[in-house]
């Protein structure tokens, strides 16, 4: 059996910060609730209750959540944004568009998303 622990991983974003960004990894029971939180239900024109995910938050929610250091919930760095309350509206605040997403696909990487069935299968074999 593999323990599962949150692994942390050092991120350069871009040259701006004189610190890296302290990334960690997150279990699936995490993300389910990740999902969970940015589902709504609707309903169908037939009447039929449907979950919608919406990916955008969804998205920003896992970026927020895996960000170790900066820490996004200190109430200075969130009033230095005029973002108070809102980790992921401190976060899009401090990066320019393309260190965002250059962000979440260090984090989607680190969290295994960028692995096909295949090479699961063959890390699973080791």
């Given at each position: 059996m593999v323990e599962v622990v949150g692994d942390t991983k050092e991120v350069t974003v871009t040259d701006r910060f004189k610190e890296p960004f302290i990334i960690e990894s997150i279990t699936e029971t995490e993300n389910d609730r990740l999902k969970k939180a940015n589902t709504v239900r609707l309903r169908s024109k037939g009447g039929n209750l449907v979950k919608n995910l919406d990916t955008d938050k969804y998205g920003d929610a896992l970026v927020a959540r895996c960000i170790k250091e900066p820490d996004l919930a200190n109430s200075e760095l969130q009033g230095f944004s005029g973002t108070e309350g809102d980790e992921t509206a401190t976060l899009k605040a401090m990066l320019l568009?393309?260190?965002?997403?250059?962000?979440?696909?260090?984090?989607?990487?680190?969290?295994?998303?960028d692995q096909d069935d295949e090479e699961l299968k063959e890390e699973a074999k080791k």
């Open positions: 568009a393309g260190e965002y997403s250059n962000l979440m696909q260090e984090i989607l990487e680190f969290n295994g998303f």
